[in-house]
T-cell receptor, first 113, second 115 residues
Framework: DAGVIQSPRHEVTEMGQEVTLRCKPISGHDYLFWYRQTMMRGLELLIYFNNNVPIDDSGMPEDRFSAKMPNASFSTLKIQPSEPRDSAVYFC???????????FGEGSRLTVL | GENVEQHPSTLSVQEGDSAVIKCTYSDSASNYFPWYKQELGKGPQLIIDIRSNVGEKKDQRIAVTLNKTAKHFSLHITETQPEDSAVYFCAARRSGSGGYQKVTFGTGTKLQVIP
């Protein structure tokens, strides 16, 4: 299996620009998660989906953040407009069933200048 | 909600020595405790987990212990090797019927194994 695939691996953008991060979960996994990792706050859960439906978005910091999962093999996390404090590593993870193991992608490192 | 505290935040050991990382949790209903290893530039990867019906679990040089009464659990790495250098996260979760329950992560321990 190819694992969770994220793109881009690195993104440098200027404040005010739109950023779109992409994720392909492991085939057959019905849960998908978006996490943000910073030195100050550690690993934060932003949102998760079950069978392509958003279940809990209480971790999304502001309305500037949005996430979609149009089908079982693709999800996006969008930040519009981006701000320097959004700089972080964003991880996508997937899981089979509610009690299974979390499989993380390699992350997208975002730098907003 | 659940709160997981992890100590120490950094740990340096000589190659061949043991390393111990400790975590405490607050929710007595938590019954699943995974440990993740994050190498530089990569995502966290599960290395071992323990459920509340056992007190200890081993996998080669790695072991986890759980004390439900005290609500703490630990990761033990013996005969450390340079490739063990990474950031380690503990986590806690309720696990059972009713679908997904949120995983709460500790703040991480950066382990450095000195050759």
């Amino acid at each position: 299996d190819a694992g969770v695939i994220q793109s881009p691996r690195h993104e440098v953008t200027e404040m005010g620009q739109e950023v779109t991060l992409r994720c392909k979960p492991i085939s057959g996994h019905d849960y998908l998660f978006w996490y943000r990792q910073t030195m100050m706050r550690g690993l934060e859960l932003l949102i998760y989906f079950n069978n392509n439906v958003p279940i809990d978005d209480s971790g999304m910091p502001e309305d500037r953040f949005s996430a979609k999962m149009p089908n079982a093999s693709f999800s996006t996390l969008k930040i519009q407009p981006s701000e320097p404090r959004d700089s972080a590593v964003y991880f996508c993870a997937s899981m089979r069933g509610g009690g299974g193991e979390l499989f993380f992608g390699e992350g997208s490192r975002l730098t907003v200048l | 909600g659940e709160n997981v505290e992890q100590h120490p935040s950094t740990l340096s050991v000589q190659e061949g020595d043991s390393a111990v990382i400790k975590c405490t949790y607050s929710d007595s209903a938590s019954n699943y405790f995974p440990w993740y290893k994050q190498e530089l530039g990569k995502g966290p990867q599960l290395i071992i987990d323990i459920r509340s019906n056992v007190g200890e679990k081993k996998d080669q040089r790695i072991a986890v212990t759980l004390n439900k009464t005290a609500k703490h659990f630990s990761l033990h790495i013996t005969e450390t090797q340079p490739e063990d250098s990474a950031v380690y996260f503990c986590a806690a979760r309720r696990s059972g019927s009713g679908g997904y329950q949120k995983v709460t992560f500790g703040t991480g321990t950066k382990l450095q194994v000195i050759p």
